[in-house]
């Protein structure tokens, strides 16, 4: 099955900065990737996902970029601002069989320091 | 408002008990999912379920058991046979199947339910 490695685990970067996380995945038909942010005591919600027909995606200050040769996706942030400290979370699915089964990664605990 | 909804939020059970999280959604979803998190270790799948009256096992649901008998509704049962029950448990929903462009496979998940074991 699917197995999600994700890197850091924790990251910490001025405010201002810029900010990088990574994940590989193991299964080659992967296609589907979406990443989740999930504020201290809130529920995961979705902030952006790529599909595997693309390389990259952005939207405002954060972006993602996908390697499907290296079965590798980072998530990049810019002009980090406070509330961006949360843990993300990427994840990976396979859709043959439509059913957005995800399986996630350890999650990333970010902190924006001001 | 449409949303997923769980209860209860915090829940305390002695061992050997079993106990039953609610989750309900309104979105007319028709895929549900629960997941366990645990720090450190991200979100794990329990049961996922795609259409009523059927459901999967997801990386571990040894010691759960789930019910989808209505559409809204996806209820999971912490057995005394799990070893470990004490975590938080998130609920979250989606549609099944990309159909005209109508959906994006996003989880929409609920608030969380904390099971602690006393």
């Known amino acids: 099955g699917e197995n999600v490695e994700q890197h850091p685990s924790t990251l910490s970067v001025q405010e201002g900065d810029s900010a990088v996380i990574k994940c590989t995945y193991s299964?080659?038909?992967?296609?589907?990737f979406p990443w989740y942010k999930q504020e201290l005591g809130k529920r995961p919600q979705l902030i952006i996902d790529?599909?595997?027909?693309?390389g990259e995606k952005k939207d405002q200050r954060i972006a993602v970029t996908l390697n499907k040769t290296a079965k590798h996706f980072s998530l990049h942030i810019t002009e980090t601002q406070p509330e961006d400290s949360a843990v993300y979370f990427c994840?990976?699915?396979?859709?043959?069989?439509?059913?957005?089964?995800?399986?996630f990664g350890s999650g990333t605990r970010l902190l924006v320091r001001p | 408002d449409g949303g997923i909804t769980q209860s209860p939020k915090y829940l305390f059970r002695k061992e050997g008990q079993n106990v039953t999280l609610s989750c309900e959604q309104n979105?007319?979803?028709?895929?549900m999912y629960w997941y366990r998190q645990d720090p450190g270790q991200g979100l794990r799948l329990i049961y996922y379920?795609?259409?009523?009256?059927?459901?999967q096992k997801g990386d571990i649901a040894e010691g759960y058991s789930v019910s989808r008998e209505k559409k809204e509704s996806f209820p999971l049962t912490v057995t005394s046979a799990q070893k470990n029950p004490t975590a938080f448990y998130l609920c979250?929903?989606?549609?099944?199947?990309?159909?005209?462009?109508?959906?994006?496979?996003?989880?929409?998940f609920g608030e969380g339910s904390r099971l602690t074991v006393l």
């Open positions: 994840a990976a699915s396979n859709r043959v069989d439509s059913s957005y089964k995800l399986i």
């Open positions: 979105l007319n979803h028709d895929a």
């Open positions: 299964d080659s038909a992967s296609n589907y």
């Open positions: 379920s795609q259409i009523v009256n059927d459901f």
């Open positions: 790529i599909r595997s027909n693309v």
């Open positions: 979250a929903s989606s549609f099944h199947r990309i159909a005209g462009g109508r959906n994006t496979g996003e989880l929409f």
